[in-house]
């Protein structure tokens, strides 16, 4: 635990302006973000009496090592330099609300030539039109159905589309009527985008325009007798008011505005947002953050706003956000929303009328689905410690182990040798702490020595690292002999390159803004997937590099025992414990994370081919040479001059091109396997294929081998 006043910059040290600060721990990482009017006065408020601060507050500066700031010219660039920066760093002590799913939008791309309406998750695209988010894909698909009975626009996906136009006929809703089938031309292409935009125009609330043209044909049509068409509008505009009492009116003006709502107690606070357009609730979404901090409803509004409309603009900022209390101050956070949206934002407190009424509904579903959250997380909150403290008490470690690494080794009769890294902090996996390995140091099948090689790389990094944030004295830098980069350069004693250039260890090993790279923190376990051999060299790994801190345990798959380094006989766990539960997925965690990536170098490997080995040709390239030439053999007996003609093909690239395919060994004739036919003057260009593709004679097969 860190002294804050260890830290604390002198007073005439930190300017009395706007801007943004960042609290760094002992490792470097940014663990808070904060914005202030006045730096000096909230910096001010952090180097006060411990036993005056909030508890979590008191965490927070204990943990931290050094504080940093950046000047701003107005609140305003500071509110979204500290967006930036949350998005950024991810600090632990910020109030992050967590969506516990990724909502579905009803989304049209009105950018393509023959628009598509269809569900769609995660980042919004430009030129694609959203309405919602909402609840369940299921009732997005419920209100379309209606709605193409009207609006008959595709929702096919483009291999359906292709394989329609190919075929020259539609797919089933096209003959049902719930198409307009532009693949086969029933419709041109700009006459269906007209189709799109009115399905827009009905969903984003101007439905009246839509129902009383259907009404005024279909009185028509009931005029001149055409009583079917009369009996198809009318059927049109029952499903269209169907669609429309999904969504009943909640505000009679039509208005378009975001309701906020906060629900909180001492320890967390969970955010509803209704959405309505058109005076309709088009979409809600909820979140739920732990308050790091002591903060207020205001501040808690403020974190939901940069949340909500830190990566929107334009209309998908509406022109009313109604919020259950304001910011402090609320002049910046509006004139941001005016900013992203590109007009005037009114951000207010509803008092009383339609849209407090609402608020409260909002408000309502805001405690529910905080008393929904405690009740999960409880259970789980109490799952999980129990599961750390029974694995800190089975392996007689001095506390609860809140990082835990795992490591796997995967090949094929060792071929593809690779390795995985799975971290999981708190009892949950941190995927982008995940780390993969390729086997360098020998060849072949040896489980042992891989996992003694890759413990070795793993934590090589990690004291590299620690000797460039200066936790090491100066001089003993011994520990970062034999280090290879990512980049491949190995660096000799005292952290200099091989190859005599004079890149130094620590521009290495960071990126611009001096932030780690990878390998940068340690666990309190480490996990092998294996039984005592592993652990051994696991352990021996360790002590070879001086690390005695970080416990080491292996588990096997036969009996689900685990292994401590110096025991003879291993710890068996109940198969009821939690801790056994969590050591388990730990490793089948690592095992999926690495038999993944050794199929992936596997796959790549069978794929590769004579073209492969010519440097700086890529995809592209390479199959602009087989579209032109039709095979690699053909390609191998044009002349340089005749490759030139590709397009995108120079004349040095040619000549690197003859060259390498010169030197690469003519593969054996080609073989047709169904049929046994000898396929003389065509040269497949993968080694691997189907049954009944032309295969190369003696190319090497996949072996039938179990993968570990």
Same mark, same amino acid.
């Given at each position: 635990?860190?002294?804050?006043?260890?830290?604390?910059?002198?007073?005439?040290?930190?300017?009395?302006?706007?801007?943004?600060?960042?609290?760094?721990?002992?490792?470097?990482?940014?663990?808070?973000?904060?914005?202030?009017?006045?730096?000096?006065?909230?910096?001010?408020?952090?180097?006060?009496?411990?036993?005056?601060?909030?508890?979590?507050?008191?965490?927070?500066?204990?943990?931290?090592?050094?504080?940093?700031?950046?000047?701003?010219?107005?609140?305003?660039?500071?509110?979204?330099?500290?967006?930036?920066?949350?998005?950024?760093? !991810?600090?632990?002590?910020?109030?992050?609300?967590?969506?516990?799913?990724?909502?579905?939008?009803?989304?049209?791309?009105?950018?393509?030539?023959?628009?598509?309406?269809?569900?769609?998750?995660?980042?919004? #695209?430009?030129?694609?039109?959203?309405?919602?988010?909402?609840?369940?894909?299921?009732?997005?698909?419920?209100?379309?159905?209606?709605?193409?009975?009207?609006?008959?626009?595709?929702?096919?996906?483009?291999?359906?589309? #292709?394989?329609?136009?190919?075929?020259?006929?539609?797919?089933?809703?096209?003959?049902?009527?719930?198409?307009?089938?532009?693949?086969?031309?029933?419709?041109?292409?700009?006459?269906?985008?007209?189709?799109?935009?009115?399905?827009?125009?009905?969903?984003?609330?101007?439905?009246?325009?839509?129902?009383?043209?259907?009404?005024?044909?279909?009185?028509?049509?009931?005029?001149?007798?055409?009583?079917?068409?009369?009996?198809?509008?009318?059927?049109?505009?029952?499903?269209?008011?169907?669609?429309?009492?999904?969504?009943?009116?909640?505000?009679?003006?039509?208005?378009?505005?975001?309701?906020?709502?906060?629900?909180?107690?001492?320890?967390?606070?969970?955010?509803?947002?209704?959405?309505?357009?058109?005076?309709?609730?088009?979409?809600?979404?909820?979140?739920?953050?732990?308050?790091?901090?002591?903060?207020?409803?205001?501040?808690?509004?403020?974190?939901?706003?940069?949340?909500?409309?830190?990566?929107?603009?334009?209309?998908?900022?509406?022109?009313?956000?109604?919020?259950?209390?304001?910011?402090?101050?609320?002049?910046?956070?509006?004139?941001?929303?005016?900013?992203?949206?590109?007009?005037?934002?009114?951000?207010?407190?509803?008092?009383?009328? !339609?849209?407090?009424?609402?608020?409260?509904?909002?408000?309502?579903?805001?405690?529910?689905?905080?008393?929904?959250?405690k009740t999960k997380r409880a259970s789980d909150l109490t799952t999980r410690s129990r599961a750390l403290e029974e694995i800190a008490e089975a392996l007689d470690l001095d506390s609860a182990p809140l990082r835990i690494e795992c490591y796997d080794i995967s090949h094929l009769q060792g071929d593809d040798v690779v390795?995985?890294?799975?971290?999981?902090?708190?009892?949950?996996?941190?995927?982008?702490?995940?780390?993969?390995?390729?086997?360098?140091?020998?060849?072949?099948?040896?489980?042992?020595?891989?996992?003694?090689?890759?413990?070795?790389?793993?934590?090589?990094?990690?004291?590299?690292?620690?000797?460039?944030?200066?936790?090491?004295?100066?001089?003993?830098?011994?520990?970062?002999?034999?280090?290879?980069?990512?980049?491949?350069?190995?660096?000799?004693?005292?952290?200099?390159?091989?190859?005599?250039?004079?890149?130094?260890?620590?521009?290495?090993?960071?990126?611009?803004?001096?932030?780690?790279?990878?390998?940068?923190?340690?666990?309190?376990?480490?996990?092998?997937?294996?039984?005592?051999?592993?652990?051994?060299?696991?352990?021996?790994?360790?002590?070879?590099?001086?690390?005695?801190?970080?416990?080491?345990?292996?588990?096997?798959?036969?009996?689900?025992?685990?292994?401590?380094?110096?025991?003879?006989?291993?710890?068996?766990?109940?198969?009821?414990?939690?801790?056994?539960?969590?050591?388990?997925?730990?490793?089948?965690?690592?095992?999926?994370?690495?038999?993944?990536?050794?199929?992936?170098?596997?796959?790549?490997?069978?794929?590769?081919?004579?073209?492969?080995?010519?440097?700086?040709?890529?995809?592209?390239? #390479?199959?602009?040479?087989?579209?032109?030439?039709?095979?690699?053999?053909?390609?191998?007996?044009?002349?340089?001059?005749?490759?030139?003609?590709?397009?995108?093909?120079?004349?040095?690239?040619?000549?690197?091109?003859?060259?390498?395919?010169?030197?690469?060994?003519?593969?054996?004739?080609?073989?047709?396997?169904?049929?046994?036919?000898?396929?003389?003057?065509?040269?497949?260009?993968?080694?691997?294929?189907?049954?009944?593709?032309?295969?190369?004679?003696?190319?090497?097969?996949?072996?039938?081998?179990?993968?570990?």
């Amino acid at each position: 635990m860190a002294d804050p006043s260890s830290y604390r910059p002198k007073p005439g040290q930190i300017p009395d302006s706007p801007g943004v600060y960042r609290f760094r721990d002992e490792h470097r990482r940014v663990i808070y973000v904060g914005k202030a009017k006045s730096l000096r006065q909230r910096l001010a408020n952090y180097f006060q009496d411990l036993a005056a601060l909030h508890p979590r507050t008191r965490s927070m500066v204990t943990t931290a090592a050094s504080v940093e700031w950046t000047v701003v010219s107005t609140e305003v660039e500071a509110l979204q330099l500290e967006y930036s920066w949350i998005k950024e760093y !991810d600090p632990r002590f910020n109030v992050k609300y967590r969506d516990d799913k990724s909502y579905p939008y009803l989304a049209v791309t009105m950018n393509e030539e023959f628009p598509r309406v269809q569900v769609m998750r995660g980042h919004k #695209k430009k030129g694609v039109r959203y309405f919602g988010p909402y609840a369940h894909a299921w009732a997005i698909r419920d209100t379309v159905d209606l709605l193409l009975r009207v609006f008959p626009v595709r929702t096919c996906s483009a291999g359906v589309f #292709k394989n329609a136009a190919r075929t020259g006929r539609p797919c089933l809703l096209g003959y049902i009527g719930k198409c307009s089938a532009p693949c086969v031309g029933r419709i041109s292409a700009d006459d269906h985008w007209e189709l799109a935009d009115e399905f827009c125009d009905f969903m984003a609330g101007r439905t009246g325009t839509h129902l009383r043209r259907l009404e005024k044909q279909m009185t028509e049509a009931a005029e001149e007798m055409e009583y079917e068409r009369a009996a198809r509008l009318r059927d049109d505009i029952e499903a269209l008011k169907k669609a429309m009492e999904k969504n009943a009116v909640v505000l009679a003006d039509a208005t378009d505005a975001d309701l906020i709502a906060v629900a909180e107690d001492e320890l967390e606070a969970a955010v509803q947002i209704f959405h309505v357009r058109g005076g309709r609730v088009r979409g809600q979404r909820g979140w739920v953050t732990d308050k790091v901090e002591e903060i207020t409803t205001g501040a808690l509004v403020e974190h939901a706003l940069q949340q909500l409309y830190g990566e929107e603009t334009g209309d998908a900022v509406p022109k009313e956000v109604l919020v259950p209390a304001l910011p402090d101050p609320v002049e910046p956070v509006q004139e941001w929303l005016t900013g992203r949206r590109g007009s005037g934002v009114s951000l207010r407190v509803p008092q009383r009328g !339609d849209k407090r009424a609402l608020m409260e509904t909002v408000e309502r579903n805001a405690q529910q689905a905080l008393v929904l959250h405690k009740t999960k997380r409880a259970s789980d909150l109490t799952t999980r410690s129990r599961a750390l403290e029974e694995i800190a008490e089975a392996l007689d470690l001095d506390s609860a182990p809140l990082r835990i690494e795992c490591y796997d080794i995967s090949h094929l009769q060792g071929d593809d040798v690779v390795a995985s890294m799975v971290v999981f902090e708190d009892g949950l996996a941190r995927k982008s702490e995940y780390r993969r390995f390729q086997i360098k140091g020998f060849q072949g099948q040896d489980d042992v020595r891989s996992m003694h090689e890759v413990i070795t790389r793993r934590f090589r990094r990690y004291l590299a690292e620690k000797e460039r944030t200066g936790e090491w004295a100066d001089g003993e830098n011994t520990l970062t002999d034999g280090i290879t980069l990512t980049d491949g350069t190995a660096l000799a004693a005292g952290g200099s390159p091989t190859d005599g250039s004079q890149a130094p260890l620590a521009h290495s090993l960071k990126d611009d803004e001096g932030r780690p790279k990878r390998f940068a923190y340690p666990p309190q376990l480490v996990v092998v997937d294996g039984g005592q051999p592993q652990v051994a060299a696991a352990r021996r790994a360790l002590d070879e590099l001086g690390i005695d801190d970080i416990a080491v345990c292996g588990l096997a798959k036969r009996l689900e025992e685990v292994w401590l380094p110096q025991d003879d006989d291993p710890v068996v766990l109940p198969r009821t414990s939690e801790g056994l539960y969590l050591l388990q997925r730990v490793r089948d965690e690592a095992h999926r994370f690495a038999i993944t990536y050794q199929r992936t170098k596997r796959a790549k490997r069978f794929r590769a081919g004579p073209l492969d080995d010519v440097p700086g040709l890529g995809e592209t390239r #390479k199959q602009a040479l087989i579209k032109h030439f039709g095979s690699v053999r053909k390609l191998r007996a044009a002349t340089i001059d005749q490759i030139c003609e590709v397009p995108g093909i120079g004349r040095k690239t040619a000549e690197t091109i003859a060259a390498a395919l010169a030197q690469a060994a003519p593969p054996a004739p080609a073989v047709n396997t169904a049929t046994g036919e000898i396929i003389e003057d065509e040269e497949p260009v993968t080694t691997a294929g189907s049954p009944g593709d032309p295969v190369t004679a003696g190319a090497p097969e996949e072996r039938r081998g179990q993968e570990t």
